[in-house]
């Protein structure tokens, strides 16, 4: 009952913020270079068939009515037709939608496993050699651009040493792709048992999401770092020293259980970068998501694409956010619901 | 009484910038079986120090330079790691300071008393939960089967208290250090929570040392009192000696800053305050606020001596003002 309120409550909190975001889009087909008329129509399209073609898109009318029609549109789920591929977008999206959710998942998760044990070794060897690295690792990974650590990786992993497989999609060429449940490769074939797919699949999966989580892993390991010092300076922790718990208890157990609850936030605001962040990743291993997708049509001036790829990040933004809100409670006992 | 602890010559410094803290400057204290040792003094004087020294706990920048803690018989300095943490929690457990903060938030304070008794009285989880709650019990928990399923922040600053002090208590520990177990509590609960530590170290024979800045704590419970200042003991004596007949200047002012209803007395702040403890001067660090102030208090520094039986103070210019109040 009490939960059941909190997420409409949330749900509702998160109104304003959608429609700010489809008042941005919606603004964005008119700030982009060229008009959306025109690419639709052609280079080589005649003043009249332009004035025609402005007319079947509705770009005639006065704008208020335009927004109303985009946004019962996007309601609708039609998100306007792609001018490259001439299918609507709507549909080439749940096509890549789970390529793109499984290399950011991941992407993630390399974050989370190998920033949290980063950050609670910096934070218990404060100002020793392994911080200092951590340290270097950390900014490393947030000061290269993904599109360089990516073309590295290719470099070395692929042509030098040859352990990876070449930066060409999801799967190698002549696997299958495994009998669909999720959309997600790695997990389907793992439901399928379907090993030779597994295998390809998580190959190919390497090189991007190291490409990507890297990018990620600073931000949690500083995070896990800073909140574990406090913590480790806090009086339930030097109670627990007093109190004669083994090491590993203490710190393992003790600090960094309540170093964790801030990591979820970090995690769902990494989520939301990770989101944006993949477009460039997706482009270096041509994965076939909607990063990559959007990034096509960036290039080819193609407006609905791109404004559906904002509107997407923007929602997911505020999904991962709620998600994060009720994972507090369940983490917290502070926050839990009374 | 037979001792119990036995702490000697007890330096800890704590290193910064401009130097070392002398925070504790060559202790000497005795905590016999089954006594109420109060541990007065200022804030800054080294009190709650010599509580984590006495655990171990002392942790970079802080360091224990010398001193020996002997405690039933046993050399706490020759022990491992290991060992010592075998008797933390389990023959000498710590009240904390601040109640409040000093229970983990995310367990609930049931699961916080009964791992520390699979842990140390190597209960099984059945056990541990019968006897966590009869611990609650006896800290006069009400319907302490709802209170342990609770987490610290659903409870009043008193509770945990007594939550500290049931966990504190729960293995049956020879020596509880109890560091200001009453700040932050109002008068009433306060004295409440003081009655029920007497009360259970003398049903159970634990020895309590009493940290506190309040001699009002000090004549509620305490045998005897051993009065710091700037990292220093500076006297010593059981308690009623020491409130009727105060040797060191300090511990006088001490006393008659005490406010009292009985009789209509100014009150007297002490001059001064607590010296810089970073490379303090040789001498007494009390000569700068000191009224006896002599040329050779400022160059050595006055040793313990007996001015009564159990009775130890460390002044040159008390036997002179021995009749001054």
């Given at each position: 009952m009490g939960f059941f309120y909190y997420v409409t409550r949330r749900l509702a909190l998160a109104l304003p913020t959608l429609f700010g975001v489809s008042v941005i889009c919606f603004t964005l087909t008119y700030l982009l270079p060229g008009n959306p008329a025109m690419v639709k129509a052609g280079?080589?399209?005649?003043p009249e068939h332009l004035a025609e073609m402005e007319r079947q898109m509705g770009l005639d009318r006065p704008w208020p009515e335009q927004y109303f029609r985009y946004v019962s549109g996007t309601v609708r789920g039609d998100l306007g037709e792609s001018a490259?591929?001439?299918?609507p977008v709507s549909q080439d999206f749940l096509q890549r939608l789970p390529a793109t959710l499984e290399l950011n998942l991941a992407s993630l998760l390399i974050a989370i496993v190998v920033g949290i044990p980063l950050g609670v070794l910096s934070a218990v060897h404060r100002d020793t050699f392994i911080d200092h690295l951590g340290r270097v690792v950390g900014i490393a990974g947030v000061a290269m651009p993904s599109f360089l650590t990516g073309l590295l990786f290719v470099y070395v992993?692929?042509?030098?040493?040859?352990?990876?497989?070449?930066?060409?999609?999801?799967?190698?060429?002549?696997i299958e792709p495994p009998q669909?449940?999720?959309?997600l490769y790695v997990i389907d074939s793992l439901i399928t048992a379907n090993w030779t797919t597994l295998r390809s699949s998580l190959h190919q999966l390497m090189l991007p999401a190291a490409t990507l989580g890297l990018s990620a892993i600073a931000p949690v390991a500083r995070m896990v770092r800073s909140t574990m010092l406090e913590i480790l300076e806090s009086d339930y922790i030097k109670a627990a020293w007093a109190a004669g718990l083994p090491r590993r208890t203490v710190i393992y157990r003790d600090a960094l259980r309540n170093a964790l609850i801030p990591v979820i936030t970090i995690s769902g605001i990494v989520f939301g970068f990770l989101m944006a962040g993949n477009a460039v990743v997706e482009s270096v291993f041509s994965w076939p998501g909607i990063g990559n997708y959007a990034v096509t049509a960036l290039l080819t001036k193609d407006s609905a694409p791109i404004q559906s790829f904002i509107l997407f990040v923007a929602v997911t933004c505020v999904i991962v956010n709620l998600a994060v809100d009720i994972a507090y409670g369940l983490v917290d006992p502070r926050i839990r619901l009374s | 009484m037979t001792e119990l602890l036995n702490i000697s010559d007890l330096t800890v410094h704590f290193q910064i910038n401009q130097g070392?803290?002398?925070?504790?400057?060559?202790i000497n204290l005795t905590i016999r079986r089954g006594e109420v040792l109060g541990l007065v003094g200022e804030s800054g004087s080294g009190k709650s120090v010599t509580s984590f020294a006495i655990l171990r706990l002392i942790r970079p920048p802080g360091r224990v330079v010398s001193g020996n803690v002997q405690f039933d018989g046993v050399d706490?300095?020759?022990?491992t790691e290991e060992e010592m943490r075998r008797i933390r929690g389990a023959k000498i457990a710590m009240v904390s300071q601040s109640p409040r903060t000093a229970l983990?938030?995310?367990?609930t304070v049931g699961k916080q008393i009964s791992r520390l008794l699979m842990l140390?009285?190597?209960?099984s989880a059945r056990e541990a939960e019968k006897r966590m709650l009869e611990m609650l019990r006896l800290v006069r928990i009400p319907a302490p089967e709802k209170r342990a399923n609770q987490?610290?922040?659903?409870?009043?600053g008193g509770m945990c208290q007594r939550v500290m002090i049931a966990m504190a208590l729960a293995t049956s520990p020879e020596l509880l250090l109890a560091?200001?177990?009453?700040?932050?509590?109002d008068v009433s609960i306060a004295a409440k929570i003081l009655d029920l530590l007497r009360e259970l170290s003398a049903r159970t024979g634990a020895a309590i040392m009493l940290v506190t800045h309040d001699l009002g704590v000090v004549a509620e419970i305490c045998d005897r009192v051993a009065v710091m200042h700037a990292g220093q003991v500076v006297e010593c004596a059981p308690m009623r000696e020491l409130f009727h007949n105060p040797a060191h200047p300090y511990t006088k002012a001490l006393v008659r800053s005490i406010p009292r209803v009985d009789r209509d007395v100014v009150l007297e702040p002490i001059p001064?305050?607590?010296?810089?403890?970073?490379n303090p001067p040789p001498g007494c660090r009390y000569a700068g606020r000191c009224?006896?102030?002599?040329?050779?208090c400022r160059v050595s520094r006055p040793p313990l001596v007996e001015a009564a039986p159990g009775h130890v103070v460390a002044c040159y210019g008390f036997e002179e003002h021995r009749d001054a109040n």
């Amino acid at each position: 009952m009490g939960f059941f309120y909190y997420v409409t409550r949330r749900l509702a909190l998160a109104l304003p913020t959608l429609f700010g975001v489809s008042v941005i889009c919606f603004t964005l087909t008119y700030l982009l270079p060229g008009n959306p008329a025109m690419v639709k129509a052609g280079p080589f399209a005649t003043p009249e068939h332009l004035a025609e073609m402005e007319r079947q898109m509705g770009l005639d009318r006065p704008w208020p009515e335009q927004y109303f029609r985009y946004v019962s549109g996007t309601v609708r789920g039609d998100l306007g037709e792609s001018a490259s591929t001439g299918r609507p977008v709507s549909q080439d999206f749940l096509q890549r939608l789970p390529a793109t959710l499984e290399l950011n998942l991941a992407s993630l998760l390399i974050a989370i496993v190998v920033g949290i044990p980063l950050g609670v070794l910096s934070a218990v060897h404060r100002d020793t050699f392994i911080d200092h690295l951590g340290r270097v690792v950390g900014i490393a990974g947030v000061a290269m651009p993904s599109f360089l650590t990516g073309l590295l990786f290719v470099y070395v992993f692929f042509y030098m040493l040859n352990i990876a497989p070449s930066p060409l999609g999801r799967l190698e060429s002549g696997i299958e792709p495994p009998q669909h449940v999720t959309g997600l490769y790695v997990i389907d074939s793992l439901i399928t048992a379907n090993w030779t797919t597994l295998r390809s699949s998580l190959h190919q999966l390497m090189l991007p999401a190291a490409t990507l989580g890297l990018s990620a892993i600073a931000p949690v390991a500083r995070m896990v770092r800073s909140t574990m010092l406090e913590i480790l300076e806090s009086d339930y922790i030097k109670a627990a020293w007093a109190a004669g718990l083994p090491r590993r208890t203490v710190i393992y157990r003790d600090a960094l259980r309540n170093a964790l609850i801030p990591v979820i936030t970090i995690s769902g605001i990494v989520f939301g970068f990770l989101m944006a962040g993949n477009a460039v990743v997706e482009s270096v291993f041509s994965w076939p998501g909607i990063g990559n997708y959007a990034v096509t049509a960036l290039l080819t001036k193609d407006s609905a694409p791109i404004q559906s790829f904002i509107l997407f990040v923007a929602v997911t933004c505020v999904i991962v956010n709620l998600a994060v809100d009720i994972a507090y409670g369940l983490v917290d006992p502070r926050i839990r619901l009374s | 009484m037979t001792e119990l602890l036995n702490i000697s010559d007890l330096t800890v410094h704590f290193q910064i910038n401009q130097g070392a803290i002398e925070a504790v400057d060559h202790i000497n204290l005795t905590i016999r079986r089954g006594e109420v040792l109060g541990l007065v003094g200022e804030s800054g004087s080294g009190k709650s120090v010599t509580s984590f020294a006495i655990l171990r706990l002392i942790r970079p920048p802080g360091r224990v330079v010398s001193g020996n803690v002997q405690f039933d018989g046993v050399d706490l300095g020759s022990l491992t790691e290991e060992e010592m943490r075998r008797i933390r929690g389990a023959k000498i457990a710590m009240v904390s300071q601040s109640p409040r903060t000093a229970l983990n938030p995310v367990l609930t304070v049931g699961k916080q008393i009964s791992r520390l008794l699979m842990l140390h009285a190597g209960l099984s989880a059945r056990e541990a939960e019968k006897r966590m709650l009869e611990m609650l019990r006896l800290v006069r928990i009400p319907a302490p089967e709802k209170r342990a399923n609770q987490y610290p922040h659903q409870l009043s600053g008193g509770m945990c208290q007594r939550v500290m002090i049931a966990m504190a208590l729960a293995t049956s520990p020879e020596l509880l250090l109890a560091d200001e177990p009453t700040t932050g509590l109002d008068v009433s609960i306060a004295a409440k929570i003081l009655d029920l530590l007497r009360e259970l170290s003398a049903r159970t024979g634990a020895a309590i040392m009493l940290v506190t800045h309040d001699l009002g704590v000090v004549a509620e419970i305490c045998d005897r009192v051993a009065v710091m200042h700037a990292g220093q003991v500076v006297e010593c004596a059981p308690m009623r000696e020491l409130f009727h007949n105060p040797a060191h200047p300090y511990t006088k002012a001490l006393v008659r800053s005490i406010p009292r209803v009985d009789r209509d007395v100014v009150l007297e702040p002490i001059p001064g305050s607590v010296p810089s403890l970073v490379n303090p001067p040789p001498g007494c660090r009390y000569a700068g606020r000191c009224e006896w102030v002599s040329d050779r208090c400022r160059v050595s520094r006055p040793p313990l001596v007996e001015a009564a039986p159990g009775h130890v103070v460390a002044c040159y210019g008390f036997e002179e003002h021995r009749d001054a109040n």
